[in-house]
C-alpha cells in the first residue's frame, strides 16, 4: 500500500471513531470529494478535542489553540505543532495529534481554504475558552455557536464551490451548522450542567432554546435549496435529518435516537 493509501485509510478509521454524526455521510462522498470533507472535518475535530479536553487546564486550551491558530496561518510546521503538544500527549486524542497528517492528505487546491477556516475556528474557540463559556445573550449564542459550528456550514460551501462551482448563502451556511450544534446542546443540557458549562444565554428556558434550534434548522433547509449536485445533496441532508429527529426524540422527553433510528434515517435518505 503506498503512502497515500495508508493515510487515507488511517484518517477513515480516526474519523469513524471521532464522528457518529460526519462519518455515513463522508463515506457516501465521490472520491475526491470524500477525501476533501474527510480532511476538513478530522482538522477542526483536531482542534475541538482540544477546546472540549476536561483535563486540560484553560490557560493551556488558550495556548494551544492560539498557537495552532498561528501556525495555520503559514506553511504548517508539523514539528513546531508536535512540539507544541508535547508535555500534553498522554491527554490528547489521536486525531488531535495527527493534525498534519490531515492537513498532508487534503488536496492541495483547497487545502489553504481548510487550514484558513480552522485558524479562524481555533482562535474563536480559544477566546470562548478564556470567557469560561459564559454565554449571557442570543448574541453570545450566535458567536459561539458560529466558531464551532457555523463555520464548518462555511468550509463546506467552500468546498462545494470549488468542487463543482455550486455556490451557496453563507449566512445560510452559517445557520446549517448552528442549526446542528444547537440539537447538539440541547442534548447535552444535563450533562454540561453537572461538570459546571452552561451554553444558554441568562434567562432562557428549554422552550427558548428550542426555537432558537428550530429557527435555525429551517435556514438550513433554505440552504439545501441551491444544491443541486446530487451527491452534495445527499451528504447535506443526512446530519440535517438526524438533528431534526434528534430534536423530535428530546421534545418527546427521550435523551437521544437509538442505533437502529438513526440506521432508519440514513437508508430513507439514500433510497430516495
Known sequence: MNQGAKLQKEAMQVLKDTSRTFYIPITLLKPTLKKT?????????????????EELKSE????????????????????????????????????????????????????????????????GMADWVEKDWHIQNKQDLDDYTYYVAGLVGVMLSDIWEWHDGTSTNRDLAIAYG???????????????????????????????????????????????????TKNILLFCKIPLALAKRTLKALKSGKEKMSRNEVEEVVEQITNE
Open 37 to 53: 470533507v474527510a480532511s476538513a472535518y478530522l482538522c477542526m475535530r483536531a482542534i475541538d478535542e482540544i477546546e472540549d479536553h
Open 178 to 228: 448552528r442549526g446542528l450544534q444547537a440539537v447538539n446542546i440541547l442534548r447535552n443540557q444535563q450533562e454540561d450542567s453537572e461538570r459546571g458549562v452552561k451554553f444558554v444565554p441568562d434567562g432562557w428556558t428549554r422552550g427558548d432554546l428550542f426555537a432558537y434550534t428550530e429557527k435555525n434548522l429551517a435556514l438550513a433547509d433554505e440552504y439545501m435549496k441551491a444544491i443541486h
Open 60 to 123: 493551556t486550551k488558550q495556548e494551544l489553540l492560539r498557537s495552532t491558530s498561528d501556525l495555520l496561518k503559514t506553511d504548517f510546521d508539523n514539528e513546531a505543532y508536535r512540539k507544541l503538544l508535547k508535555p500534553y500527549e498522554a491527554f490528547l486524542p489521536e486525531v488531535t495529534l495527527r493534525l498534519g497528517d490531515w492537513i498532508a492528505f487534503c488536496p492541495i487546491e483547497i487545502v489553504e481554504k481548510i487550514k484558513e477556516s480552522t485558524s479562524v475556528m481555533a482562535s
